[in-house]
């Protein structure tokens, strides 16, 4: 069965390229893997602890600064940045709703196995992805209220709560496990932690394409819309968060873009109330395509990038 895991991991950027596919071809396997959405979010967070080494993480930690100006970016200046840009374009109110929600999210918890695959900072995308996510009760309604003039159905202290103890059972999951196994059996099989980490997205990936398809035949031209602002905020996103970090290195910068335009709106759909316009939902779903298939269009431009930074550094 190792060799299973271990081929996932080796080829995880393909595997999710497919799987997002996946969803749309398999309406009724999508429908069936919905109830999976929660408890996978949590198992991609305790297989990315497993990952790392908690001691480069701790020396992020050990270094307020950083983490707060990436964090300050990824929570506040980013959804005022894409607010302005889309501004500029007539779009649908739904669909600036939902572009503007999209940045207001913390980055996926599944950033942490991006960057492992790509080779970029995975401890980076740790600590302030986990410093966002509990964040972001606090900094989401504000600026959705002044950006988007929405008040929000949610409580802040519920949310809070809830968030926290996501993390705080993922953490411990975790350390039980690094005890249980030990530093040397988990550093031999690194290649597999991978592999489950992909699995657990794949299934993620399908699951939230449940619905999606019987609206594409419905209502083709949205979609494409739809689909084409999800890449545009995603890229942009992307493109303007490594612009903004470049002072730290290259590889540091592409984890702060990464970050920037993979963003966790699983956790928005969680605070929007049940009479959400479904166009705003529907929004959410395409944008996993952007996700799931940008890493394996970009990782060799990512590898041949991150190798002459190395050489140059030598």
């Given at each position: 069965m190792r060799w299973f895991f271990a081929a996932l991991g080796r080829y995880g950027t393909r595997v999710l390229f497919v799987s997002v596919f996946a969803g749309l071809l398999l309406p009724d396997l999508a429908s069936l893997l919905r109830p999976l959405l929660p408890p996978g979010v949590a198992a991609i967070l305790v297989l990315g602890?497993?990952?790392?080494?908690?001691?480069?993480?701790?020396?992020?930690?050990?270094?307020?600064?950083?983490?707060?100006?990436?964090?300050?970016?990824?929570m506040v200046a980013a959804p005022i940045a894409v607010w302005a840009v889309f501004k500029l374009f007539a779009l649908p109110d739904a669909l600036e709703t939902a572009v503007v929600l999209m940045a207001c999210a913390p980055p996926i918890?599944?950033?942490?196995?991006?960057?492992?695959?790509?080779?970029?900072?995975?401890?980076?995308?740790?600590?302030?992805?986990?410093?966002?996510?509990?964040?972001?009760?606090?900094?989401?309604?504000?600026?959705?209220?002044?950006?988007?003039?929405?008040?929000?159905d949610v409580s802040t202290l519920d949310f809070m709560l809830r968030?926290?103890?996501?993390?705080?059972?993922?953490?411990?999951?975790?350390?039980?496990?690094?005890?249980?196994?030990?530093?040397e059996r988990l550093a031999s099989w690194g290649t597999e932690i991978n592999g489950s980490i992909v699995l657990v997205m794949a299934l993620l990936a399908i699951a939230i394409m449940d619905g999606v398809s019987a609206t594409i035949s419905e209502r083709p031209d949205t979609v494409l819309l739809w689909l084409a602002a999800a890449y545009g905020a995603n890229l942009?996103?992307?493109?303007?968060?490594?612009?903004?970090?470049?002072h730290l290195?290259?590889?540091?910068?592409?984890?702060?873009?990464?970050?920037?335009?993979?963003?966790?709106?699983?956790?928005?759909?969680?605070?929007?109330?049940?009479?959400?316009?479904?166009?705003?939902?529907?929004f959410f779903a395409l944008a996993q395509f952007p996700m799931y298939t940008l890493p394996a269009l970009v990782h060799p431009v990512y590898r041949r990038l991150l190798a002459r930074e190395r050489r140059d550094s030598s």
């Open positions: 602890l497993l990952r790392i080494e908690w001691t480069s993480m701790v020396g992020y930690a050990r270094r307020p600064l950083l983490v707060g100006l990436v964090v300050a970016w990824l918890l599944g950033s942490i196995a991006i960057a492992l695959l790509l080779g970029l900072d995975a401890p980076l995308a740790i600590v302030c992805g986990l410093v966002s996510t509990l964040l972001t009760p606090i900094t989401m309604p504000p600026l959705a209220l002044e950006l988007l003039g929405l008040a929000l968030l926290a103890a996501l993390v705080l059972s993922s953490f411990l999951a975790a350390a039980l496990i690094r005890r249980w196994l030990g530093k942009l996103l992307q493109a303007i968060g490594t612009s903004c970090f470049l290195g290259l590889r540091r910068a592409l984890t702060v873009g990464l970050m920037s335009g993979n963003c966790n709106m699983m956790l928005i759909l969680a605070t929007l109330p049940p009479d959400t316009d479904f166009d705003v939902v529907l």
